[in-house]
């Protein structure tokens, strides 16, 4: 290893830039001189990461939609991979967006460059030919949760569970009056936060079905408020758009962003599945998860998906302790008698609550300065 440490890093979304300045600070206390560089976002360009390109041109999901973004992406991917062979990093850690970053680790590793993947790929979901290609294309496996590192080790694959930065960071003893205040929400009213996702897509597949929903739960004399953080402009525009102008005040507020807030106010959550679910979990609010895809990518998914959730509670509890409404079954119906039913029976709700407290505490694991020994660790093996 050389005096001055140099890490090779890719992040493709702003989740995995989050996890990257985690762990490029605790990296830079371990080594004052490390530079990093590759593919990151504000959060990791913070505190001095080098982007060699833009993050958000990595940002898009599925098995269909990168199809439309494969020239920019192989040309991306091209250009990396000179500049890496040329400027060869001491460690490359690869953050989540296992699409682009597995198969460019393989290429580093077989060119005798170390290489760590942060965020497990979903190879619990979807069966086990993938851990192979996993297998050949990294010395390190960085998972979140504990039930992702059996699968790992029935397959000889270096893996260490650093548990979950937000359960770190995410406080168990805020005021919700507070969050409440903030919004303007009186106490008295039954506070829903709903959060059909981040990206365009998602949202044109969940909002309209939250707003039917909810509109099928007011009724006069409800005291029942939603509020709707928005990850952009765009976004915002598009879900007022849908309600259109309100008569009198609208029992719909719209925040940019704000998310954790929103959901630290709620008194229960509609919400897409993904991070967003964790994040509701920790904050230990009731809530309904809905997952929605592109018809075509749903058929491809389905036929694919080995397990019995796709709610990261669910996931982590080995237990159905949350409602989840996939494709079809996500409709306004289903979701207002969730609502419904928790209005009327609050009680119900309270097991369930104490369990998620229960995985906020396994969770809780210090997770950027864990991944940061683990690949000091690595560094160390020569």
């Known amino acids: 290893m050389t005096q001055e440490l140099r890490v090779g890093m890719i992040a493709g979304e702003k989740s995995g830039d989050n996890l990257g300045a985690g762990f490029i600070k605790e990296m830079q206390r371990r080594f004052p001189n490390a530079r990093f560089e590759g593919i990151g976002g504000p959060a990791m360009q913070e505190l001095g990461f080098h982007s060699l390109f833009p993050m958000d041109r990595l940002s898009v999901m599925g098995f269909i939609e990168p199809l439309a973004r494969l020239p920019e ?3 991306i991917d091209r250009q990396l991979k000179a500049h890496f062979v040329q400027n060869p990093p001491d460690v490359f850690v690869g953050i989540d967006s296992p699409g682009f970053n597995t198969r460019f680790e393989s290429y580093l590793r077989s060119r005798g460059i170390r290489t760590v993947h942060y965020v497990s790929p979903s190879v619990w979901a979807y069966g086990e030919k993938r851990i192979h290609k996993i297998k050949r294309a990294v010395d390190l496996m960085l ?3 504990p039930f992702e590192t059996a699968i790992y080790q029935i397959h000889d694959v270096p893996v260490t569970c650093v548990g979950h930065p937000l359960a770190d960071d995410l406080a168990t003893d805020y005021d919700q009056a507070t969050a409440r205040s903030a919004f303007g929400i009186e106490d008295d009213r039954i506070l829903v936060a ?3 996702g981040s990206r365009m897509n998602e949202v044109r597949r969940l909002a309209p079905v939250f707003f039917a929903a909810a509109s099928q739960c007011l009724a006069p004399g409800k005291p029942l408020s ?7 402009p765009e976004l915002r525009a598009y879900m007022e758009g849908l309600l259109g102008p309100a008569e009198g005040k609208s029992p719909f507020l719209f ?3 704000n998310s954790q807030n929103a959901i630290r106010a709620a008194d229960f959550v509609f919400l897409a599945s993904g991070t967003a679910t964790l994040e509701t979990m920790l904050l230990k609010k009731p809530m309904v998860i809905c997952y929605k895809l592109a018809s075509l990518t749903y058929l491809l998914a389905s036929r694919l998906l080995k397990i019995p959730f796709v709610g990261l509670p669910n996931l982590l509890a080995g237990e159905k302790l949350v409602p989840e409404y996939i494709q079809a079954e996500a409709t306004p119906g289903n979701l ?8 009327a029976n609050p009680e119900t709700w309270n097991s369930r609550l104490a369990r998620f407290e229960q995985i906020h505490r396994e969770l809780a694991r210090q997770a950027s300065s864990k991944a940061a020994d683990a690949v000091a660790g690595l560094l160390q093996t020569g």
């Open 336 to 343: 207002a008698r969730e609502l419904q039913h928790f209005m």
């Open 226 to 232: 939603f509020v709707v953080p928005c990850a952009s």
């Open 143 to 145: 998972v979140l949760f």
């Open 73 to 75: 992406l192989l040309s």
């Open 255 to 257: 925040i940019d962003g």
């Open 194 to 196: 709903l959060l059909p």
